[in-house]
């Protein structure tokens, strides 16, 4: 099993940031196992926002390529992992969640406003 806990959600003014954590762990979990980020805008689908590899080699979903700046980084002693997002918009309202290894996190709500 893996556990996945995401935190750092919250509400912020257009042009804002946010950083949010995922935490795993888990007998399953590997560290050397890719993570990534979706979100779920109200009424929308889920949509893949981005990943990182075990070596940190990370993708980035075109929908969200220059929309808003962000950036996907882990620690992998702590077996974490952390989407910074910058220059935040009300469009970017959803709720975040993480996966590794088809496991998932219960989300944290970005809510952003004008």
């Known amino acids: 099993q893996v556990q996945l806990v995401e935190s750092g959600g919250g509400s912020v003014q257009a042009g804002g940031s946010l950083r949010v954590t995922c935490a795993a762990s888990?007998?399953?979990?590997?560290?050397?196992?890719?993570m990534g980020w979706f979100r779920q805008a109200p009424g929308k689908e889920r949509e893949f926002v981005g990943s990182?590899?075990?070596?940190?080699?990370?993708?980035?979903a075109d929908s969200v390529k220059g929309r808003f700046t962000i950036s996907i980084s882990r620690d992998n002693a702590r077996n974490t992992m952390y989407l910074q997002m910058n220059s935040l918009k009300p469009e970017d309202t959803a709720v975040y969640y993480c996966?590794?290894?088809?496991?998932w996190g219960q989300g944290t709500q970005v809510t952003v406003s004008s």
């Open positions: 996966m590794s290894s088809n496991f």
């Open positions: 888990g007998r399953a979990f590997s560290k050397y196992a890719t």
């Open positions: 990182i590899t075990w070596s940190g080699g990370t993708t980035y």
